[in-house]
C-alpha cells in the first residue's frame, strides 16, 4: 500500500514548490478570474478566507495564488533592478505571488496546478516588493506557445499590470502600488530562488 496522509496538507508549508523547480512549479490558486471575493490563504489554518469584497469591475485575466514554501523577504526584496542598495525596500512578508495564464475555463480555487514562468511584475507597494509572476499552465494548448513574457500580447500584458496598479485604488485617491520592473524568465527563476532562500530563512527564525 503506498503512503499518503489522512490530513489536508497545508498549502504553504506542506506542499512541494515542484519536482522541477525552478523551470515548472506547483501554483496554489486562490483566485479565479470570475470571482468577485479576494480570497487569501489563513496562515494560520491553511484554509482560504474571504479577504475582502471586490468594489470595482477589475478582472484579473489569470489564475492567481502563490508557489508553496516560499516567501517574499530580503532576498527577493535584492533580486532584480528595482534594488540598488536602498535599505528601504523589504519583502512583502507573503509566500510569492503568481499568475497563470490558461485559455481553459478553471471554474474554482483551491486547486494546485503546475506552471511554467515565463517571466514577471515587480510591484511596490509603500516601499515592500511584492511581485508577482507571470506563468503558464502547463500543458496548455494555447498559451504553451508562449516562452518568455515579451511573447504575450502587449493587451494582456496591460491588463496585468492595470489590475495590479489599481486593486487597491480607492476613487480620488493616490495610487499606492507602481511596477518597477517587468521582467523576463531567466529573472523570474532568480527571484523563486531568492524566495526559497527567504522560506528557509523564515523557518530558522
Known amino acids: 500500500m503506498s503512503s499518503f496522509s489522512i490530513f489536508k496538507s497545508h498549502p504553504w508549508h506542506g506542499i512541494s514548490s515542484g519536482v522541477n523547480f525552478p523551470e515548472v512549479v506547483n501554483a496554489f490558486i486562490e483566485i479565479i478570474p470570475s470571482d468577485t471575493v479576494k480570497y487569501e490563504l489563513d496562515k494560520n489554518s491553511g484554509y482560504c ?49 503568481i499568475c497563470v495564464l490558461t485559455e481553459r475555463h478553471i471554474s474554482r480555487g483551491d486547486i494546485i496546478v503546475e506552471a511554467i514562468p515565463i517571466g514577471g511584475l515587480r510591484l511596490v507597494d509603500n516601499n515592500e516588493v511584492d511581485d508577482k509572476i507571470i506563468a503558464i499552465l502547463k500543458q496548455d494548448d494555447f ?23 489599481t486593486y487597491k485604488q480607492l476613487p480620488d485617491q493616490p495610487q499606492v502600488t507602481r511596477i518597477s520592473e517587468v521582467y523576463d524568465r531567466i529573472m523570474a527563476r532568480r527571484v523563486l530562488e531568492s524566495s526559497v532562500l527567504d522560506y528557509r530563512d523564515l523557518l530558522q527564525e
Open 143 to 165: 498559451y504553451g506557445t508562449f516562452k518568455d513574457i515579451r511573447d504575450l500580447p502587449v493587451s494582456l500584458l496591460d491588463r496585468l499590470k492595470h489590475y495590479f496598479l
Open 49 to 97: 478566507k474571504i479577504d475582502r469584497l471586490q468594489k470595482y469591475s477589475n478582472i484579473l485575466p489569470a489564475l492567481y495564488g502563490f508557489v508553496p514554501k516560499t516567501y517574499c523577504g530580503i532576498h527577493v526584496a535584492m533580486t532584480g533592478g528595482e534594488f540598488t542598495g536602498s535599505s528601504k525596500l523589504l519583502g512583502d512578508g507573503d509566500p510569492l505571488d
